[in-house]
C-alpha cells in the first residue's frame, strides 16, 4: 500500500522477500506460459493415473493371457492370484458389483476431498497444497497393483484416496488464471488448462495399452507414476503462487500479468453468501453439469459404442476414442486465443457464441447420431465423433465465465464446479450402462436424445443467465495511487540495483501480501 506524509515523497510497503530478491532470467517474458504448460501437464497426469486402471483391468481380468491359462485343467481364481507368481502374471477374476464399486471409489474420493482441499488451498496456496496431492497420486499410483493383488478392500482403499487427487483440478485452474495470466490471456489459460481431462486420455489411452499388453499390466502404473513423480519435481521447482516472487518472472512479463489488476492480499476469505446468491454463477454451474455428463460417454464409453454399433475391433476402437479428445483440444486452444484476439465483440456475446456452438452444435448433431442408423462404419464413426469434439468450443463459454465473473474468488467457484464434475461423471457412469444392455443403436439413441436435451435446455439458461464483467462482490476498496503505482513498484525492488538508498525519503517498510 502507499500512504502520503508530510514528506514530498510517499512510504512505499511491500514484502521484503520481493524487495530483495534477484531476477536469475527473463525466460524471453514467457515464463507465464512455461507455468501454464507445466499446470496443464500436471492436471492431466493426476487423471490419466487414475483412467489408466480401465485399460489395465482388462489384460489384469482376462485369464486367457495368464501364463498358467490351461483350457483343459479345472483351475480357480486362486490360481490366477498365486503369490508364487510375478505381480505382472497374475490375474482376478472381478465380479461386476466389484467392478462398479472401484469404479465408484474414485468419486467417492473425488468428492470427499473437495471442501477440505479447497479450505487447504485457500490458507496454504496451490503450490503447497498441490505437491501434496502429488505425492499421494505417485504413491496410491504406484502401490495399486500391489493393493490389486493382495486384497480388494486395501485396493479399494488405495482408489478413494486416490480419488482425492481429482477434488480440486478447477480451483487450481481458477487460481493459476487468475494468478498467472493477463486479463487479455485468460481465455487461452482457461482453454488450455480445462484440457487436462483431453490430455490425460490422449497419452494414457495409447501407452497404457501397449504397456499391459507387452510388458504387463502392472507396468502401466510404474509409468504413470514415474511420469508423474517427474513432473511433480517440476511443479515444485518452478510453480510460485505470485507471479511476482518467480525469480524468471522480469519486469516487463510482470507488468504484462498485472496491468488492470487489483492488487489484494494473498490470504482472502471468500464472501460465501454472496457467491452462493449470484445468479450467473448459477447459470455457469448448470452448464457444467450438463457438459461433464456428455463428457463422461467420451471418457468411458466411447471405445464401447464403436466396438458394438460401429463393429470395429478393440484396437481400433480404443485409438478412434483418442480423436475426438485430441480435436476437443485442439479447439480449445483455439477458442482461447480467437475468445482473447477478439476484443471488438463484447466478453458475454462471446461466451453466448461458443458456448451456443458447443452445446447446440454437439446436441443436435447428437440428434442426428440417434436418428441415422448407419450400416457403413465410417459414416457412424463420423456421426459420434464430430458432435463430442464441438464439445471442445466450451473453453470460450461457461468455463470463462466462471473466471470473469469470480475473478479472484474464482477458486472458490470452481470449487463448486469441481463437485458438479464428479456427481455428473458419477451419474452418468450409471446412466449409459442402465439404457444399453445390449448395446445396440437404438438404445444408445435414448442416451444420445437425453443428452442432448440436456445441451439444449442448459445453453438456453446459461446465454440468458449468464455475465461477461465481474460481480459486485469481487470490487474490492483500495487506495487508486496503489492500484496505479504498484504494477510498476514491485518489479522494480526485485533488483537490489533498482533501489535508491541515497534517497532518505523513500522508505521501504515490511507488508504481508
Known amino acids: 500500500m502507499m500512504t502520503n506524509t508530510n514528506d514530498e515523497f510517499p512510504i512505499v510497503t511491500v514484502d521484503a522477500e520481493i524487495q530483495c530478491r534477484r531476477n536469475q532470467t527473463n525466460c524471453g517474458h514467457k515464463t507465464r506460459f512455461i507455468v501454464l504448460v507445466q499446470g496443464a501437464l500436471f492436471l492431466a497426469i493426476l487423471m490419466a493415473s487414475i483412467v489408466c486402471w480401465n485399460p489395465a483391468q482388462i489384460v489384469l481380468v482376462d485369464i486367457t493371457t495368464s501364463p498358467i491359462y490351461n483350457p483343459n485343467i479345472t483351475q480357480t481364481a486362486e490360481d490366477f492370484n498365486s503369490p508364487d507368481l510375478p505381480i505382472s502374471d497374475r490375474r482376478i477374476l472381478y465380479s461386476t458389483a466389484q467392478k462398479s464399486t472401484l469404479f465408484a471409489g474414485i468419486f467417492i474420493g473425488a468428492l470427499a476431498g473437495v471442501v477440505p482441499l479447497n479450505m487447504l488451498l485457500q490458507k496454504f496456496g496451490t503450490h503447497k497444497i498441490m505437491i501434496c496431492v502429488g505425492i499421494v497420486s505417485v504413491l496410491t499410483t504406484a502401490l495399486t497393483p500391489l493393493a490389486a493383488v493382495t486384497n480388494f478392500k486395501i485396493l479399494l482403499a488405495v482408489r478413494i484416496i486416490q480419488g482425492t487427487t481429482l477434488s480440486n483440478p478447477f480451483p487450481v485452474i481458477g487460481s493459476i488464471t487468475n494468478t498467472w495470466s493477463s486479463l487479455k490471456e485468460s481465455g487461452l489459460f482457461v482453454s488450455l488448462l480445462t484440457g487436462y481431462i483431453q490430455l490425460s486420455a490422449i497419452f494414457s489411452m495409447p501407452v497404457s495399452g501397449a504397456a499391459a499388453t507387452t510388458l504387463g499390466w502392472d507396468s502401466v502404473f510404474y509409468i504413470h507414476a514415474g511420469v508423474g513423480a517427474v513432473l511433480l519435481a517440476l511443479w515444485g521447482y518452478n510453480f510460485r503462487d505470485e507471479p511476482s516472487r518467480h525469480p524468471f518472472v522480469s ?30 454463477l448459477y447459470a455457469v454451474w448448470i452448464a457444467t453439469a450438463a457438459n461433464f455428463l456428455v463428457a463422461q460417454f467420451a471418457i468411458t464409453y466411447m471405445p464401447m459404442y464403436f466396438v458394438y454399433v460401429c463393429k470395429l475391433p478393440v484396437s481400433t476402437a480404443s485409438f478412434m476414442s483418442a480423436v475426438p479428445l485430441i480435436l476437443q483440444f485442439i479447439f480449445k486452444g483455439f477458442t482461447g486465443v480467437i475468445s482473447d484476439k477478439l476484443t471488438s465483440i463484447s466478453d458475454i456475446t462471446k461466451m453466448r457464441f461458443f458456448n451456443t456452438l458447443a452445446f447446440w452444435g454437439c446436441g443436435f448433431c447428437l440428434i442426428l447420431c440417434g436418428l441415422i442408423s448407419s450400416s457403413n462404419t465410417a459414416v457412424s464413426v463420423i456421426l459420434i465423433v464430430f458432435p463430442i469434439s464441438l464439445l471442445g468450443f466450451n473453453a470460450g463459454g461457461f468455463t470463462k465465465g466462471a473466471v470473469l465473473v469470480a475473478k479472484q474468488y474464482s477458486p472458490t467457484v470452481m470449487a463448486v464446479m469441481q463437485v458438479i464434475l464428479c456427481l455428473a461423471l458419477f451419474g452418468g457412469s450409471f446412466l449409459v450402462p442402465v439404457l444399453t444392455p445390449q448395446g445396440t443403436h437404438s438404445q444408445y439413441s435414448i442416451v444420445f436424445y437425453i443428452y442432448a436435451a440436456c445441451l439444449i435446455v442448459t445453453n438456453i439458461i446459461f446465454c440468458v443467465f449468464c455475465s461477461g464483467t465481474p460481480a459486485a462482490f469481487t470490487q474490492q476498496s483500495t487506495d487508486p495511487k496503489t492500484i496505479s503505482n504498484l504494477p510498476s513498484i514491485i518489479p522494480s525492488l526485485q533488483n537490489d540495483n533498482n533501489i535508491n538508498n541515497s534517497n532518505p525519503k523513500l522508505s521501504v517498510a515490511v507488508l504481508d501480501v
Open 251 to 280: 519486469e516487463k512479463e510482470f507488468r504484462k500479468i498485472s496491468h488492470g489488476r487489483v492488487p489484494s492480499k494473498t490470504k482472502i476469505s471468500p464472501p460465501y453468501k454472496k457467491i452462493f446468491s449470484c445468479i450467473p
